[in-house]
């Protein structure tokens, strides 16, 4: 009888134990994880600024070939499509028959 009482101590503190080892190893992995978010999240950020970047970049030169539709070989060379400046003479309407 008495082995037995001094059994159930010790499984509870091996217990208590195994249970603290555990949730000080997920407590380092978690530590390590916000660690590495707050680092993705910093690059995250400086993508989207370099995406608005190059996004405003396109769109000034998308006007500038408005101006000048010398550069539409280059922006087309880049993947913009730009629609080619108008003809300087209507096209003649076909006559109805």
């Not at 769109?59 to 993947?79: C, E, H, M, T």
Request: charged share 15%; net charge positive; hydrophobic share 45%.
């Amino acid at each position: 009888m008495s082995f037995e009482k001094n059994r159930v101590p010790l499984i509870l503190t091996a217990l208590l134990f195994i249970s603290a080892t555990i949730s000080a190893g997920y407590s380092i992995a978690y530590v390590g994880k916000a660690t590495e978010l707050r680092g993705l999240q910093g690059q995250a950020a400086a993508i989207e600024n370099n995406r608005i970047l190059v996004r405003s970049l396109a769109n000034d030169a998308v006007a500038y070939s408005k101006r000048n539709p010398d550069i539409n070989p280059v922006l087309q060379s880049v993947g913009l499509n730009v629609s080619p400046a108008p003809a300087s003479t209507p096209a003649s309407p076909k006559a109805a028959k």
